[in-house]
């Protein structure tokens, strides 16, 4: 590894460190600017002196501030990020828990829209200004303007309802039954995939453009080369840094919880997870759900960065 890309990586594991610690402090202020006693609230008509007293101790919330600050920065460097008002448990124990559903939805999902975006948008791109462009337009921006749970109760109610083709709703981890898994996965993978992919096909349409304006893909086509090889070596190729950039924000966004999908098909996710979470005032586990889905945008972006350099050799010495 050269030196060049040493400092490149050195330089974005600063600027991820930075980002995390202000995101580390605007969790833990959460609990603090909550207007009431956020234990009193959380406990709700559960509610005794012994109960609320335990529950504050559990948590913390009876030390003085600065032992709090350093208890909360403790934990997050240990992976502990405090137990849940709601059910007791550790926070990082729920959120690894909720992690492998969510996980195979968004890989699931951004597979699904890359392939529809990488066709439709470079087919778009080179034959702009036909029937099959403006056809690629039209539905890249139907499925970006569709709700993500209208297209879930459409695919339920076809594959499902009517079809029964694919279950309804529900989970069954990859371990325990592989062709289960897949079967659950389908429809809301594919109500992720298909609006991910939407949104995918625009950008890559407009980077194909660019790429096909430029004077090497002229050059190529004059000599002779066959329409796959300049596709494929010379505009696709020298495409990848948006495409790279455009699935890496959608693969960090579904995993940060597509909170709707994941609701409409009872997906036991990240997202389904937050939103019971803000209904219960279930605080450390929304604080450590923040954290959490601030960490994996922070690594995805990483990842990012670093396939740039990869793909860009120009970009690392910048």
Known sequence: MSSGTIKFVLRRVAYSAVVLLGVIVVTFSLI?????????????????????????????????????????LGGVLTGDLGVSFRTGQTVTSTLMERFPATLSLAAFGLVVGLTIALVAGVWAALHEGTVSDAIVRIGSQFGVSV??????LLLITVFAAKLGWFPSSGYVPLTENPAEWLKHLVLPGLTVGVVA???????????????????????????????????????????????????GIQFATILGGVIVVEVVFAWPGLGNLVFSAVQARDYPLIQGAILLIAVIFLVVNFLVDVLYAVVDPRIRLS
């Open 32 to 72: 603090q600017v909550v207007p009431g006693d956020p234990v009193r609230i959380a406990l709700g008509t559960r509610y005794s002196p012994e109960s609320y007293a335990a529950l504050r101790e559990a948590s913390g919330l009876d030390r003085s501030l600065p032992t709090q600050v350093f208890d909360y």
């Open 147 to 152: 709700p993500d749970f209208w297209m879930g």
């Open 197 to 247: 992919g939407a949104i995918m096909t625009r950008y890559i349409r407009s980077a194909v453009l660019e790429v096909v304006s430029m004077g090497y893909v002229r050059t190529a086509r004059s000599k002779g080369m066959p329409p796959r090889v300049v596709t494929l070596r010379h505009i696709v190729r020298n495409s990848l840094i948006p495409i790279l950039t455009i699935s």
